[in-house]
C-alpha cells in the first residue's frame, strides 16, 4: 500500500524559509513522478513543483520558480521541498503526491498524502 507522509509545515515570518519533507512507501518510486501541490482556504488545489524520481528532472510553478527547490534523497525515499523566501500568499496546506505522468495537474496522480500546513506572517 502506498504512503506518503508530509512533514516540516509550521509557521514561519515573510522571507523566512521552511523545508519540507514527503517519505514515501509501498512502491517501487524509480518510474514516477513526485509532485508538490497546496491549497489556500477557499481556493483550487495548485501545482507547486515536481521531481522525476530517477532522472531527477525538475519543473516548478510560476509563482514560486527561484525560491523553491525540490529534490529527492533516493536512498531514504524522501521528497523535499526547500522554500525559501516565504510570502504571505505562500500560505497554504501543502501535500506530496505521485504520479507516473509528468504533469502539472492534480488529476494525474494517484496518490496523496495528508498534507501539511505552512502559514507565513507579515
Known amino acids: 500500500q502506498v504512503q506518503l507522509v508530509e512533514s516540516g509545515g509550521g509557521l514561519v515570518q515573510a522571507g523566512g524559509s521552511l523545508r519540507l519533507s514527503c517519505a514515501a512507501s509501498?512502491?517501487?518510486?524509480?518510474?514516477?513522478?513526485m509532485g508538490w501541490f497546496r491549497q489556500a482556504p477557499g481556493k483550487e488545489r495548485e501545482f507547486v513543483a515536481a521531481?522525476?524520481?530517477?532522472?531527477?528532472?525538475?519543473y516548478y510553478a510560476t509563482s514560486v520558480k527561484g525560491r523553491f527547490t525540490v529534490s529527492r534523497d533516493n536512498a531514504k525515499n524522501t521528497v523535499y521541498l526547500q522554500m525559501n523566501s516565504l510570502k504571505r500568499e505562500d500560505t497554504a496546506v501543502y501535500y506530496c503526491?505521485?504520479?507516473?505522468?509528468?504533469?502539472?495537474?492534480?488529476?494525474?496522480?494517484?496518490?496523496w498524502g495528508q498534507g501539511t500546513q505552512v502559514t507565513v506572517s507579515s
Open positions: 509501498g512502491r517501487t518510486f524509480s518510474s514516477y513522478n
Open positions: 521531481i522525476n524520481w530517477s532522472a531527477g528532472n525538475t
Open positions: 503526491a505521485t504520479s507516473g505522468y509528468r504533469s502539472t495537474y492534480s488529476s494525474a496522480y494517484d496518490y
